[in-house]
């Protein structure tokens, strides 16, 4: 089947706006990430999902950032009133197991906050 | 905290052989994975290790040593495609740590 695939590819805002990135990942993986790649710079962590629920959102960088997955498939992830400091590649991801398994990612939504 | 060391840039000529580090420190460790990113494009899987030794994929190995905290991926018979930045990744538990990223430059 198809690869993980996001949307929009590119977002300009402005500052202030909210966003909201979705990722549909391959069909029957149950586990799901988010990641920010600032340029140049390595992948952070940001949120996990395994089926529905997200054990682990330890990376999100502050309560203007949410996530949420529904039925066991598409996530999206909401920034509100974004920053410029938001401006970056957000990467999903999916496996089909833990992170034991190999993660297939996405091609990025790159987000430019004016 | 965690964190993992990585070259910050590697070069080498066509049919070389590179070796890119990484050290690494964290709070939990399950195994060791290797990603390749091409300029604009997304992280692929190359290799994962679990316990020590050497793991052989054609061109590319992977080695481990969970006593060292330290593995290294290594690419042989270099060709221009390999071209890329390489990220180290620990498992932690639920999800990948990965490190800052080597950037390759292979010359003809």
């Known amino acids: 089947g198809a690869g993980v695939s996001q949307s929009p590819s590119n977002k300009v805002t402005e500052k202030g706006k909210d966003v909201e990135l979705r990722c549909d990942p391959i069909s029957g993986h149950t586990a799901l990430y988010w990641y920010r790649q600032s340029l140049g710079q390595g992948l952070e962590f940001l949120i996990y999902?395994?089926?529905?629920?997200?054990?682990?959102k330890s990376g999100l960088p502050s309560d203007r950032f949410s996530a949420e997955r529904t039925g066991g498939s598409v996530s999206t992830l909401t920034i509100q009133r974004t920053q410029q400091e938001d401006s970056a590649v957000y990467l999903c991801?999916?496996?089909?197991?833990?992170?034991?398994?190999?993660?297939?990612f996405g091609p990025g939504t790159r987000l430019t906050v004016l | 905290g965690q964190s993992l060391e990585q070259p910050s840039e590697v070069t080498a000529v066509e049919g070389a052989i590179v070796q890119i580090n990484c050290t690494y420190q964290t709070s939990g460790f399950y195994g060791l994975s290797w990603y390749q990113q091409h300029d604009g494009g997304a992280p692929t899987f190359l290799s994962y290790n679990a316990l020590d030794g050497l793991e052989e994929t054609g061109r590319f190995s992977s080695f481990l040593s969970r006593s060292d905290s330290y593995g290294y991926l290594l690419l042989q018979e270099l060709q221009m495609k390999d071209s890329a930045s390489y990220f180290c990744?620990?498992?932690?538990?639920?999800?990948?740590?990965f490190g800052t990223g080597t950037r390759l430059q292979v010359f003809p």
């Open positions: 990744a620990v498992t932690n538990t639920d999800k990948l740590i």
């Open positions: 999902f395994q089926g529905n629920s997200a054990p682990d």
């Open positions: 991801a999916s496996s089909a197991g833990t992170a034991y398994n190999e993660q297939f």
